[in-house]
Every structure is written in structure tokens, then in C-alpha cells.
């Protein structure tokens, strides 16, 4: 499991798995997914799916209806998923986990499963994972089981926001195959292939330009990039309310920024391929062009602003998962990793948390996982 504590179902949902392709079952307050053992079960499959999606607390115990060996408690055991919600008072489902996300007084947010920083460097048990929630198995490519799983938006968002970790923050198979390397991207590339452009453009835009209008015109670069950042994060990588229905939305989705919610502590995948920043940063550079269209000079010099303060965002970014900061950089740290396992609807930010005080979106702490107002 990636989390802390197992998730909370509420009892429709628990009621809806009641399939031969999923099956779950109840005793007390206890969720179990028997799925694997309808086949195998000695008195037949039709039996269990005769209480799939209901509670077999009785049955256990009638012995003049089916007597049950220990052996079938150890296969309840391994199968348990997670906790049923009290809907009458919120109390506590297990002694442990609370429904509105509370263990041992800790907030675990009940759709991430998580309630700190160090949850998200926990290596995740493959096999469970993979048996408990029937999502993607690490242990295998995910881009094609991606776009040939069949998954539902409503399922395929929810599983991408519950992080995994991958063996010590190794990176998990994407294509498992020569694209493989593409994939990958160390964070010193950013600097190495976008300083040098970045350098060029400066020195092009200087020779129609003062040194004082170079730097305003850079320094706007730089704000631009800030809203830009914020905006970007929010509506294009957090489209999840307005994500199309089906496979090329789902794949396209987790290409981009799922598989960083899902795999959050890669290091290799935490930083923007070059390829795929110029194909999002070439409409920028028209609109530079088109805004400020009296002055070639000073586009370019604004562009490269822009441009640098990208390098910086992806240099921040890579350094808040992976680096011991700074004070400063601390509070950014804790911000944007809350982002990640307790609060993803909120706290879009990554160099600065402004743009999420402006607009309402700033990580609150009290209410995770609901929006800021």
C-alpha cells in the first residue's frame, strides 16, 4: 500500500463491487477484496458472489451453513483493502483509521492515503498495490497499460493521485523500450541546454536596447513566467475536472504531469524533457512577438525572462523533492509536497505560493482536499 493507513469506502461503493471482476465484502467495519478467491472458493464461486458488495459476518459464523478454517480467515486477511465509513458520526472504522481521515489524530487525506512528507518515499509492495487497487503494475511499462487498460476518468484520477514509490526512488518502466531513455531527464540538462539560448537572445536584444530597458524588459519576462507557471499547473496539468472520457486523454494526461503525481519521488521524470518545454514554449515566443510587435528587441529580451524564470521553476522544483534547503526554501519544500500527499486540488505554486494567495488556492492545512475559498 502507498500510504499509511488503508483507504475508507463508503457502503455504496463497497455495494457497487459486487462482480465476479470485483468483489468485495465486509465483516464489521472491515473491506475485503475476495476477487481472486471466487474461483477458488471450496463451495463454489456462485456463493460468494451471492454476498458480493455485502457484509458475511453471519455466514462466518453459521456453522450449519458453511463451516470456515482458519485458512479462510488468513485469506481474509490478506485480501483486507480498507475500512467502511461510519456515515452516522464519523467514528472511528477500525480503531485506527477514522472516516474523515483522521489516525491517531494525524489528517490522512483519504483519497491520497497519506498524511506526511516521509509517506511519499515509502517504497510501495508491488504486488499488493497491483492487487489491491487493479491499477497499473509497477513492475511492468506503464504507458501501454495506460492506454490499454480501459480505465474511467473517475478511476484513473483517483489511483493517480494516490502516490507510489518505486524501489528507493529508482524509475519505474514507462515504454520498456527504446524510448525508455527519452523519458529521463537529469535536472543539470535544464540549465546546460536553456542558459545558452537564454544567453544568445540577451545579447541579440542588447544591441537595440539600453541596459536599464534590457533588465525592465527581462525582469517582466520573469513576472510573466510567474503567472504563466501558475496558470499552467492549475489548467493544463490539473485539467482533471474537464479531462476528456477516454484513452487519449487519460494517456496524454498521465504523460504529462500524471506520472509525476503517481510516481512523485522519480528523479528522473521530475523535470520538463527540453523537447517537450519547446513545443510548449514555441507559442510563446509568437505571442512575445506579437504583444510587444513594434520592437523585436524587446520580445526577445522578455521571452528570454520568461525563459529563465522556467529554468528556475524546474530547478526549484527538482531541488523541493530532492534537497535539504535553505529556511526560505523549507516552508516552499513543505507547501509543494503537501501538494502532493495531502492536498493536490490546491497549492499550484511551485517557486512562489503568491499566484495561490491571489486566486485562493494557497494550501490551507485545516481542510485538506477541499478548495480553498
Not at 455495494?15 to 471450496?42: I, R
Not at 482533471?240 to 521524470?269: A, C, Q, S
Not at 485545516?366 to 478548495?371: E, I
Request: aromatic content about 16%; hydrophobic content about 40%.
Amino acid at each position: 500500500m502507498p500510504g499509511r493507513t488503508l483507504p475508507t469506502f463508503a457502503l455504496a461503493e463497497v455495494e457497487s463491487h459486487n462482480t465476479k471482476k470485483s468483489c468485495y465484502v465486509t465483516v464489521g467495519k472491515n473491506v475485503y477484496d475476495v476477487t481472486d478467491f471466487v474461483d477458488a472458493h471450496p463451495g463454489g464461486g456462485d456463493l460468494v458472489l451471492d454476498y458480493a458488495g455485502k457484509d458475511i459476518t453471519d455466514i462466518l459464523k453459521d456453522e450449519a451453513s458453511h463451516a470456515h478454517s482458519e485458512a479462510a480467515y488468513e485469506v481474509l486477511d490478506d485480501s483486507l483493502v480498507g475500512f467502511l465509513e461510519d456515515a452516522s458520526n464519523g467514528a472511528s472504522a477500525n480503531g485506527k483509521a477514522k472516516a474523515n481521515g483522521q489516525a491517531n489524530g494525524t489528517y490522512v487525506h483519504p483519497r491520497t492515503g497519506m498524511s506526511c512528507e516521509e509517506d511519499l518515499s515509502k517504497d510501495t509492495d508491488i504486488t499488493s498495490d497491483y492487487k489491491t487497487h487493479k491499477f497499473l503494475d509497477l513492475s511492468r511499462p506503464l504507458f501501454p497499460q495506460v492506454w490499454f487498460g480501459g480505465f474511467s476518468k473517475e478511476f484513473y484520477l483517483d489511483q493517480v493521485h494516490r502516490p507510489r514509490h518505486y524501489k528507493g526512488g529508482a524509475s519505474a518502466p514507462l515504454f520498456g523500450n527504446f524510448l525508455e531513455p527519452l523519458s529521463k531527464t537529469p535536472w543539470w540538462l535544464i540549465p546546460v541546454f536553456w542558459l545558452p539560448p537564454v544567453t544568445y537572445g540577451l545579447y541579440l536584444a542588447s544591441s537595440g536596447l539600453t541596459a536599464v530597458g534590457e533588465v525592465a524588459c527581462f525582469i517582466g519576462g520573469l513576472g510573466f513566467w510567474s503567472i504563466a507557471e501558475y496558470t499552467l499547473h492549475r489548467f493544463l496539468f490539473h485539467l482533471d475536472e474537464w479531462l476528456p472520457d477516454n484513452r487519449v486523454g487519460i494517456t496524454l494526461h498521465f504523460t504529462l504531469h500524471g506520472i509525476h503525481h503517481y510516481l512523485p519521488m522519480d528523479k528522473y521524470r521530475l523535470v520538463m524533457p527540453p523537447a517537450l518545454f519547446a513545443v510548449l514554449a514555441t507559442p510563446f515566443w509568437k505571442l512575445a512577438h506579437t504583444i510587444f510587435y513594434w520592437d523585436w528587441n524587446v520580445a526577445t529580451a522578455v521571452y528570454c525572462g520568461g525563459i529563465f524564470g522556467y529554468i528556475c521553476y524546474d530547478l526549484t522544483h527538482y531541488f523541493l523533492h530532492h534537497q535539504n534547503l535553505p529556511l526560505w526554501y523549507k516552508q516552499l519544500k513543505k507547501l509543494h509536497l503537501e501538494h502532493h500527499f495531502l492536498d493536490y486540488e490546491n497549492g499550484f505554486g511551485v517557486t512562489s505560493p503568491f499566484w495561490d494567495k491571489v486566486f485562493g488556492t494557497e494550501l490551507r492545512g485545516a481542510k485538506p482536499g477541499k478548495k480553498s475559498n
